[in-house]
């Protein structure tokens, strides 16, 4: 990482969470030049898809803690 880049960084690490949140969103979408017509469409049939999954308890949703805990192998 260039050092203006670090810089940025450690000041970032020192906003409040929803701004470090807000900043890392508006980060990310600078990155997305391609427009994906049906992204849009696709992630609400997912998200509608998940939301039923879970109203009909065929999945179950476990706290982000432990969702971490899993994906680190911990």
Known sequence: MEPNAA??????????LEARAALAGS???????????????EWEAEIAKRLT???????????WSEARRII???
């Open 7 to 16: 810089r940025l960084l450690q000041e970032a690490m020192k906003l409040p």
């Open 27 to 41: 980060l990310i979408e600078s990155l997305d030049h391609a427009v994906d017509e049906g992204a849009e469409a």
């Open 53 to 63: 999954e879970i109203d009909s308890s065929q999945v179950r949703s476990v706290p």
């Open 72 to 74: 680190s192998g911990r």
